[in-house]
């Protein structure tokens, strides 16, 4: 099965990822993926990615990891729910819930 995840590269305390196309069985350091699909910069929160070479590979049948697909959903590339992925995290709530409660 193919995945689409991030892979870190660059510097200690200089982080910088690539959007990468791999097998799901490829730890992402290895640096055996298939193809780089984009980059994500997170001290700018820049994230730019080829958005039609992802749906394709979508409609082939590859995965999306829990991150990646909540920069796709953010950026308005695909449609859906923001995944949790901090699922041991419960939710915060709202002042006005609280009381209520």
């Given amino acids: 099965m193919l995945k689409i995840r991030l892979q870190r590269i660059g510097r ?3 982080a ?3 959007v990468i196309l791999t ?3 490829n730890a992402a350091k290895t640096g055996k993926f298939i193809k780089v699909l984009g980059s994500y910069n997170p001290h700018s929160s820049e994230f730019i990615v080829d958005a039609e070479e992802i ?3 979508i409609k082939t049948g590859a995965q999306l990891s829990d991150t990646v ?3 796709l959903v953010k ?3 695909i449609e859906g729910k ?3 992925v901090l699922p041991l995290k419960t939710t915060t709530k709202k002042r006005k819930e609280l009381k209520a409660a």
């Fill in 69 to 71: 697909h909540n920069f």
């Fill in 23 to 25: 097998d799901h069985k």
């Fill in 55 to 57: 749906k394709n590979r």
């Fill in 75 to 77: 950026q308005g590339v």
């Fill in 16 to 18: 910088h990822f690539r």
């Fill in 12 to 14: 200690k305390n200089q």
């Fill in 82 to 84: 923001k995944k949790n």
